[in-house]
């Protein structure tokens, strides 16, 4: 696998950063090594790029891997040099942000490299939770380099040219890269949650990044604030009918109607990402039906509570939007989504942030219990009118309640409908759940931005306590 550059180290750092911004660290490291006849190799930089700039008014630490330096391979002085920028960075509360063109660990360094990885993987988890990690693979990012996205929170990569792997697909049993690329990018996000999006160049990914910096805060202890320039009651008129489609409904409720949404091509049942809502950060999980499914995956579970953690640890409130009617029901999914829906219902209880649901249209079942409901600890659960919330579809329900007396029925399609309307009207219903205290309130559509809004506003000093332990073990 050849690297493939379109913009070179520095040029993609110097598109990042707003201009004439960028403070190089370590100008002068080169490798140490004289293994092998090292010490004949010119290493300029010891192929990374290392320092700090600015992202419209942010602070950001960044490394640009080069890979025209024995392939961008990391050796030891090239760890330390990324190693040094996390220092930095955790000192002083700001995003790192790492643009990968790697060809792995620098064989001539050995052990020395090998150390150099771990290192930087302790930098890497130390960082967890405390400052935004954000990689772009340009180029290759494969061997034990493919953990260093991993262990960030975001990745994105190129459409072309970026390969990220542990194995290469020519040393997987059965199979090469012309059979299936399991490097690229495609495959990745549609078949992992390791890449939250994939753009066409260089420029795209910048673009993104810059973007989602703007809608992260800068650590843990800060809140990601903007001045808000759109209405607070802004009216949306037939928002309903967007009833199955919790990616516009989110893009319509948003400051400016802008959604950065992540790890979109995986588990299309799910949407996530990130809105403004009067100027604050909200993290946002919703269930997707249009051009998705009506139950809830493994895999979609799997985001959602991966998600809900990262918001969790970044003080970002969670809006959540209902519409599932149960489990996906397939051999494969079986597999894995009961551990599956137990990370996000543990990842939705654990989390202290402000916590808003809004039941959109089907709320049935287990399903709906762990997608934030008020048994699991939502501070506020609103419901549109016709929203349905019970244990299964009322047709479904009467079905099995009254199988005798609609056995007996003359007319069955007239006896199923009249069972069905009173079974909804008792137990199925959005006021019926309200009646219970299970929904806060009903609201229409059109004032669901505002209503939103005027929730999260009310919680903003929200102060939670739990129980004194190390961390939870799910």
């Known amino acids: 696998m050849s690297n493939k550059l379109t913009m070179s180290a520095?040029?993609?750092?110097?598109?990042?950063?707003?201009?004439?911004?960028?403070?190089?660290v370590g100008a002068y490291v080169t490798a140490r090594s004289t293994d092998f006849n090292m010490q004949e190799n010119d290493t300029p930089k010891d192929g990374v790029i290392t320092g700090y700039g600015v992202i419209n008014d942010k602070i950001v630490y960044v490394y640009s891997q080069d890979s025209s330096v024995l392939g961008g391979a990391i050796g030891e002085m090239h760890a330390k040099k990324i190693a040094k920028i996390y220092d930095m960075a955790m000192k002083v509360g700001a995003p790192v942000v790492g643009l990968i063109d790697c060809a792995g660990l620098r064989l001539q360094e050995a052990t020395d490299a090998m150390?150099?990885?771990?290192?930087?993987?302790?930098?890497?988890?130390?960082?967890?939770?405390?400052i935004p990690q954000i990689t772009a693979i340009f180029g290759n990012c494969g061997g034990g380099t493919a953990l260093i996205p991993a262990l960030t929170d975001f990745t994105f990569m190129t459409s072309e040219g970026s390969k990220l792997f542990v194995n290469s697909p020519n040393a997987l049993d059965g199979n090469y890269t012309s059979k299936l690329d399991t490097a690229s990018a495609d495959y990745l996000s549609n078949n992992t949650s390791l890449v939250d999006a994939?753009?066409?160049?260089?420029?795209?990914?910048?673009?993104?990044?810059?973007?989602?910096?703007?809608?992260?805060?800068?650590?843990?202890?800060?809140?990601?604030?903007?001045?808000?320039?759109?209405?607070l009651n802004r009216v949306i008129p037939n928002l309903d009918g967007f009833v199955k489609d919790g990616r516009a409904v989110l893009q319509n409720i948003a400051d400016n109607n802008v959604f950065f949404e992540v790890n979109k091509n995986f588990a299309t049942d799910v949407v996530v990402g990130f809105v403004k809502l009067n100027g604050d950060t909200v993290g946002c999980v919703a269930n997707q039906v249009e051009g998705g499914c009506e139950m809830l995956s493994a895999e979609g579970a799997n985001i959602a509570a991966d998600f809900v953690n990262f918001c969790d640890a970044f003080d970002i409130p969670v809006l959540t939007l209902v519409n599932t009617k149960g489990f996906?029901?397939?051999?494969?999914?079986?597999?894995?989504?009961?551990?599956?829906?137990?990370?996000l219902t543990y990842a939705y209880a654990n989390a202290t942030v402000p916590k808003v649901t809004v039941v959109m249209g089907d709320a049935f079942g287990t399903a709906y219990t762990v997608m934030n409901s008020k048994a699991i600890g939502a501070d506020m659960v609103y419901a549109w009118p016709t929203?349905?919330?019970?244990?299964?579809?009322?047709?479904?329900?009467?079905?099995?309640?009254?199988?005798?007396?609609?056995?007996?029925?003359?007319?069955?399609?007239?006896?199923?409908?009249?069972?069905k309307v009173k079974y909804t009207e008792l137990q199925s219903s959005a006021i019926a759940a309200a009646k219970r205290g299970y929904i806060d309130d009903i609201i229409e559509p059109d004032a669901t931005?505002?209503?939103?809004?005027?929730?999260?506003?009310?919680?903003?000093?929200?102060?939670?306590?739990?129980?004194?332990?190390?961390?939870g073990a799910v």
């Open 198 to 231: 994939v753009c066409d160049d260089d420029a795209a990914v910048i673009a993104q990044i810059r973007s989602l910096i703007d809608m992260l805060p800068s650590n843990n202890q800060v809140d990601a604030s903007v001045d808000c320039t759109d209405d």
């Open 115 to 130: 150390n150099a990885f771990g290192e930087l993987y302790m930098k890497q988890t130390l960082a967890s939770g405390v």
């Open 10 to 24: 520095s040029d993609r750092i110097n598109a990042l950063l707003d201009d004439a911004s960028f403070v190089e």
């Open 449 to 471: 931005r505002k209503r939103v809004i005027a929730a999260f506003d009310m919680l903003y000093t929200k102060n939670e306590d739990r129980p004194y332990k190390k961390h």
């Open 328 to 343: 996906v029901a397939t051999i494969d999914n079986e597999k894995n989504i009961a551990k599956s829906v137990a990370k």
């Open 387 to 419: 929203a349905k919330i019970g244990t299964m579809d009322p047709e479904m329900a009467v079905k099995i309640m009254y199988d005798k007396e609609i056995a007996a029925a003359e007319d069955k399609v007239a006896c199923v409908a009249e069972l």
